[in-house]
């Protein structure tokens, strides 16, 4: 195709028309909104999971799943709507078979809200869930105590360091009274 033909098609195109779906991975999933509704999906599931999961294992259709849902959770919307999804979700050959892990596999798997695919919305728990540990290894790297040392002068005669703050020889223990810790600097401006 030649450049002018390529310039009076993008011409002919109107400004505001509507894009169609690109292949790759959809721009408009959020990946922390996904994480927390499988954190509450998995919440549901659990507190209904030994009511729901025998109906739901010899569900064949669409309105077996539907009928399931509506019989544990009455007047619920949000799950019969994705029937479909739960359908082939949980006929899925790699569907666990234990009931904390078909919860955890089902809730992930829906999480989406088919926006991606389960696999997809799955991966995308597991990149939350690990930037969620990540974040509290950080906090515990970051501004806590891990190990605290206490030289002593014992009354046995042991002039070293103790050991859980106790002396190393005959085991006294260093009590609070004897602890004096500066109070840490501020930078707060003292009100008056």
Known sequence: MS???TVEKMLEKEVDTVLERRPGRPTDVVYGAVAERAGDYQKVFRDVWDELWPPLSVASSKEDVIQAFEKVIPGGTEFPLQADSILSVIRDKRFPKRPKAQITYLAESLAALG??????????????????????????????????????????????????????????????????????????????
Request: charged share 35%; with cysteine; aromatic share 6%.
């Open 115 to 192: 926006n991606v695919s389960f696999r997809r919305s799955r991966d995308i728990c597991a990149l939350e869930r690990a930037k969620r540990r990540g974040a509290e290894r950080e906090r515990t790297k970051l501004g806590q105590i891990v190990r605290c040392e206490f030289y002593v002068e014992c009354s046995c005669g042991y002039k070293g360091p103790s050991l859980n703050h106790a002396c190393r020889t005959c085991g006294a223990v260093i009590s609070k009274k004897h602890i004096s810790f500066p109070r840490p600097k501020t930078n707060r401006a003292k009100r008056g």
């Open 3 to 5: 450049e002018p033909e």
